[in-house]
């Protein structure tokens, strides 16, 4: 395996691992035959299948191994979302309902947020994202006019909404910024995701930057909470001497 730089090693052999799962009860060669196979120590094998095991994928079973975990209820497809480009491929692998798409007068948060005066005009696109088992995501995304006239007339079903501005717009999105908080869902949230009213949810909020250092869209996310995990790396600055 040829390793990319600047991703830990124990992700990429995750990773790998995730690709070639085939189905559910399939047992995982061990510890010591993964080692050989990806030339790393025990540690960094334990912490890959860790991942997995966090993710749901794989359990252990004491004396036996480990396996490949039954996906009842979810997709055969599970996506870990840790990068903009996680983001843009979740359009290609779910589908979009548009539910509206109009121009608002922006609240006084969202306007800061994309940079824009007090009660600004925006373009605003709600919407649902589906996949294999149904609904799992409710979206409100602000973008500003100049972006959301190129977005006007484009089919939004296939494609992730920031795909979709590179594409039309050609401008590059280089950096998201997220803040998660947990979230009981409105009930006109929760009808379209078709769960209970005050059902938990996880709550995004995110802000796409342009290479530029423009925001380019701001959307406002629920998420139920088993579809589609997410994954943060935390790493430590080098001592100075």
Wanted: aromatic content about 8%.
């Amino acid at each position: 395996m040829n390793y990319r730089p600047g991703i830990p090693r124990y992700l990429q052999i995750a990773d790998a691992i995730r690709h070639d799962l085939r189905g559910e009860g399939e047992r995982i060669p061990s510890e010591h035959a993964l080692c050989a196979t990806f030339k790393v120590s025990r540690p960094t094998i334990r912490q890959a299948l860790d991942v997995l095991v966090q993710e749901g994928l794989l359990y252990r079973h004491a004396g036996r191994g480990t396996f490949s975990t039954p996906a009842a209820g979810v997709d055969s497809k599970l996506r870990v979302i840790g990068s903009v480009g996680d983001m843009m491929a979740l359009g290609d692998e779910t589908w979009f309902k548009l539910v509206s798409r109009e121009i608002v007068t922006l609240p006084a948060n969202i306007a800061q947020a994309l940079r824009l005066p007090p009660r600004s005009s925006a373009y605003c696109v709600v919407g649902v994202r589906h996949g294999e088992s149904g609904p799992f995501q409710h979206v409100t995304a602000y973008v500003p006019l100049t972006i959301g006239t190129a977005l006007s007339d484009e089919d939004l079903s296939k494609t992730s909404l920031i795909g979709a501005i590179e594409r039309l717009t050609g401008v590059q999105i280089k950096l998201m910024e997220q803040v998660v908080d947990a979230a009981l869902a409105p009930r006109q949230v929760a009808e379209l995701l078709q769960i209970r009213p005050r059902s938990p949810l996880l709550l995004f909020e995110r802000t796409y930057f342009a290479a530029s250092g423009e925001p380019v869209e701001h959307a406002i996310t629920y998420q139920v909470g088993k579809r589609y995990p997410y994954r943060v790396v935390f790493s430590r600055a080098d001592r100075r001497s």
